[in-house]
């Protein structure tokens, strides 16, 4: 029979990520702020997953028994010339709770091709 105390519920999250444009194209690297919170009972860890289109800048960052996040991660302010839509980094932030049930929240940072003609 089921135990009452299992947990089945993912973390409820709510997560921003800013800015979400990295301009100027400088080749210096950013402080993106991912902040957020995760509400459950049992929180465990928080995953931060960089994806990068370039497959360079992967920055991966564990975050344990906190509900409240904010952290800062570095990508680089580069994309290659011909990247006619920009490089695209995605940022996967996996809150999980002890029970092992997990939420996902996925953002895209964009270091445009050019801040004009784009948009």
């Known amino acids: 029979e089921e135990d009452a105390n299992y947990d089945y519920t993912p973390p409820t999250i709510s997560f921003d990520v800013n800015p979400k444009t990295i301009w100027p194209s400088n ?8 902040t957020g919170t995760m509400a459950d009972e049992n ?6 997953l960089v994806d990068d289109e370039y497959d360079l800048v992967e920055p991966k960052v564990t975050i344990e028994n906190q509900t409240n996040i904010n952290q800062v991660i570095k990508l680089e302010a580069s994309r290659k010339g011909d990247d006619k839509d920009g490089r ?7 809150p999980t709770d002890l029970a092992g049930n997990t939420s996902l929240s996925t953002f895209e940072v964009i270091v445009p091709h050019d801040q004009g003609k784009n948009k």
Do not use: R, S, W
Request: net charge neutral; glycine share 0%; no cysteine.
């Open 88 to 94: 695209k980094y995605v940022i996967k932030i996996l």
């Open 27 to 34: 080749n210096e690297m950013v402080d993106i702020n991912v």
């Open 43 to 48: 929180p465990y860890l928080t995953t931060i």
